[in-house]
């Protein structure tokens, strides 16, 4: 049975990534700070996969720290999800991304290679794309970040790709995946983000829980058919089962980087996701319009032919199922995993 260390495994889709990992018969190890996660969402992933993770409470810069895991786990292959991701927040603290975002994967690459560990999927994003010449896009579109979060994401790319270029006993996946939203179906992890979130849908579910009185609809001018930006959203259970997808691949590509969009290829607006939110949730949702934010794109969709082709993968999930499962975690969980109890 092979052993998979997950970075930010706690986090939003690490934690969906590990049921994922656990149902398809992996031995799972997490290694996340719990700065923007709980250790309540282990806890729940053990309750749906009938196995829990085993849990290490460290930063991904902890040299000592990832040694230990590495020499205890002994895993044959590294999920990094772990790093800072607000578009917003990193236009205003460009920094404090660049630092931990690239320290991190620097970091957990040379504890690897000290392992003898040379597997890694990376959690990337379609924001490396920035504004596209041509939808939907493809893995081949000119990257050219338009904030500061996508810009470190390509770093990575290029660091990774640089490690393999200088020793071809290692192998990666880079996937640039769009919007994920959702939840795991049975409700017992979603997305849970520290302070205001900088996401559409899950601003959208604390509005129909009433956490917040209404949402902040950013862009009502953009060059689109309702003049609000239109995204690729992927329900979270598809972006998990293309990183298992994209692991099992890895067995067969030593000396080789590949790089996937993983998407559905179809788009929605922001106003689409509302009216969508409001029939899953049964609930108003008021929104007051403003100006558009600084580093977002108009339109942004996948072309996800090559991950169909060459993982097998594809986004089968609707927007109609990501309301759904989304609205049954947060109507179980209306302050996220605080309303939930570690034992």
Not at 36 to 48: Q, T
Not at 114 to 143: N, Q
Not at 273 to 298: C, K, N, W
């Amino acid at each position: 049975m092979a052993t998979v260390l997950v970075t930010g495994g706690a986090g939003y889709i690490g934690s969906h990534t590990c049921v994922a990992l656990l149902e398809a018969g992996y031995q799972v190890a997490v290694l996340d700070s719990l700065a923007n996660s709980s250790a309540a969402a282990i806890e729940a992933v053990g309750e749906i996969a009938g196995r829990r993770p085993r849990l290490d409470v460290a930063d991904c810069r902890d040299e000592t720290a990832l040694d230990k895991a590495m020499a205890e786990v002994r895993p044959d292959a590294v999920l990094h999800f772990a790093g800072l991701k607000s578009v917003p927040e990193s236009v205003a603290d460009p920094i404090r991304y660049y630092r931990h975002n690239l320290e991190s994967t620097a970091v957990l690459m040379e504890a690897m290679e000290r392992a003898g560990v040379r597997r890694i999927v990376f959690s990337s994003s379609a924001t490396v794309y920035g504004e596209p010449d041509e939808l939907p896009v493809s893995e081949t579109a000119p990257t050219r970040p338009a904030n500061p979060y996508g810009s470190t994401k390509l770093m990575i790319e290029q660091m990774v790709a640089d490690v393999i270029r200088a020793d071809s006993r290692w192998s990666a996946a880079l996937l640039r995946y769009f919007n994920p939203v959702g939840a795991h179906p049975s409700g017992l992890i979603g997305e849970d983000p520290e302070g205001v979130p900088g996401n559409l849908m899950p601003y959208l579910l604390q509005v129909a829980v009433g956490r917040r009185p209404m949402l902040p609809l950013y862009g009502t001018d953009y060059p689109t058919p309702d003049g609000t930006a239109l995204r690729d959203y992927i329900h979270v259970m598809d972006l998990a089962e293309g990183h298992l997808a994209a692991l099992e691949s890895l067995e067969s590509s030593a000396g080789q980087v590949h790089t996937y969009n993983l998407g559905t290829g179809r788009a929605a607006s922001v106003r689409e996701v509302i009216a969508a939110m409001q029939e899953a949730t049964s609930h108003p949702l008021p929104y007051e319009e403003f100006e558009r934010r600084a580093g977002d794109v108009s339109e942004l969709w996948a072309d996800p032919s090559k991950a169909r082709s060459e993982l097998g993968w594809s986004a089968t999930r609707t927007l109609a199922e990501m309301c759904r499962d989304g609205w049954i975690w947060q109507s179980a969980h209306p302050q996220g995993y605080r309303s939930r109890s570690v034992p």
